[in-house]
Structure formats: structure tokens, C-alpha cells
């Protein structure tokens, strides 16, 4: 690992993360990403598709971002299952 990729992993490690259009695609991607390099993820999108990301660290959320409460139900999530939100990866299209 290069040193700017050791840097990365540091910034990222032990953050709470929240992706939205999680289920495929770059989102898909960078939750993954996320969650590999130690960061605990909160996975949403409107696909049912997000359910297969599930793991220890790594949260689905099937939900519709674009409906009221929606943003504030996914950041309550983060925080009832991880303490806080450090991440906003705003994706869906």
C-alpha cells in the first residue's frame, strides 16, 4: 500500500458513512469501498437490490430518498445503529 492509500484508509476508519443509490453501480462501489477500508456504512436506495450489501458494519435501508423524512429516517439509522453520521455520499441519481 502507497502511503496516500494508507492516508485514505486512516481518514475513513471508524466513520459512519451514509450512500445513497447504494444498490448497484458507483454507489454500490463506494459502500463497499467504504466499509472495506473500516468505515460502517449505511446503505440506502430505493432498489430492493441494497438488502444483499447487508453485513456486520454494512446497513441496508430500502427507502425512496426523495420522499419526506426519508433523509432524516437514514441519518437516524446511522445514528441508532453506529452512534453518529461522519459521511454524507450523496449518489442517487
Same mark, same amino acid.
Given at each position: 500500500?502507497?502511503?496516500?492509500? *494508507? ?5 475513513? %476508519? @471508524?466513520?459512519? %458513512?451514509?450512500?445513497? @443509490?447504494?444498490?448497484? =453501480? !458507483? =454507489?454500490?462501489? !463506494?459502500?463497499?469501498?467504504? *466499509?472495506?477500508?473500516?468505515?460502517? +456504512? /449505511?446503505?440506502?436506495? /430505493?432498489?430492493?437490490? +441494497? #438488502?444483499? &450489501?447487508?453485513?456486520? =458494519? &454494512? +446497513?441496508?435501508?430500502?427507502?425512496? /430518498?426523495?420522499?419526506? @423524512?426519508?433523509? #432524516?429516517?437514514?441519518? =437516524?439509522?446511522? /445514528? #441508532? *445503529?453506529? @452512534?453518529?453520521?461522519? !459521511? ?6
Amino acid at each position: 500500500m502507497t502511503d496516500s492509500n *494508507h492516508i485514505v484508509v486512516q481518514e475513513v %476508519a @471508524g466513520k459512519v %458513512a451514509l450512500v445513497t @443509490g447504494a444498490a448497484s =453501480g !458507483i =454507489g454500490r462501489a !463506494i459502500a463497499l469501498l467504504l *466499509h472495506d477500508r473500516g468505515a460502517k +456504512v /449505511i446503505a440506502e436506495d /430505493i432498489n430492493p437490490a +441494497v #438488502e444483499k &450489501l447487508a453485513r456486520p =458494519g &454494512l +446497513v441496508p435501508l430500502l427507502a425512496d /430518498i426523495t420522499e419526506d @423524512g426519508a433523509a #432524516e429516517r437514514a441519518a =437516524g439509522l446511522a /445514528i #441508532e *445503529h453506529f @452512534g453518529r453520521l461522519d !459521511i454524507l455520499v450523496n449518489n442517487a441519481g
